[in-house]
């Protein structure tokens, strides 16, 4: 059973800083290039970053551009979601997700097979 699960997902201060993390399970997460998305509430789904089964290649939406890092560790079967400089326009329900892509990655959720349940995070003082 393939299952992806987000966590890290909290209320935090406007310039505060989240680390989210995307764990698989039943799958071995190197064969997948893993995206992580987000949906604020009356708005579509936004593309936020993603990164390649290798690590090799990444891509940001602009508005994350120097403030999020997408990592991974094949080894613990775990990518990462590193957000700086927090700011409202930031709160949204935050969901990865898998599919098996060689060399590259992207943000076009459509693509994607694998999702996880979600994490809410909220920017707010």
């Not at 299952?3 to 890290?8: H, R």
């Not at 990444?58 to 560790?73: E, H, L, N």
């Not at 080894?75 to 709160?91: F, H």
Request: proline share 2%.
């Amino acid at each position: 059973h393939l299952q992806l699960v987000e966590s890290g997902g909290v209320l935090e201060q406007p310039g505060g800083s989240l680390r989210l993390s995307c764990e698989a399970s039943g799958f071995t997460l190197d064969l997948y290039a893993i995206g992580w998305f987000r949906q604020a509430p009356g708005k579509e789904r936004e593309g936020v970053s993603c990164i390649s089964r290798s690590g090799g290649f990444i891509d940001y939406a602009d508005s994350v551009a120097g403030r999020f890092t997408i990592s991974r560790d094949n080894a613990k079967n775990t990518v990462y979601l590193q957000m700086n400089s927090l700011e409202p326009e930031d709160t949204a329900v935050y969901y990865c997700a898998a599919v098996e892509l060689f060399g590259k990655c992207v943000l076009s959720g459509d693509v994607y097979d694998y999702w996880g349940q979600g994490t809410q995070v909220t920017v707010s003082s």
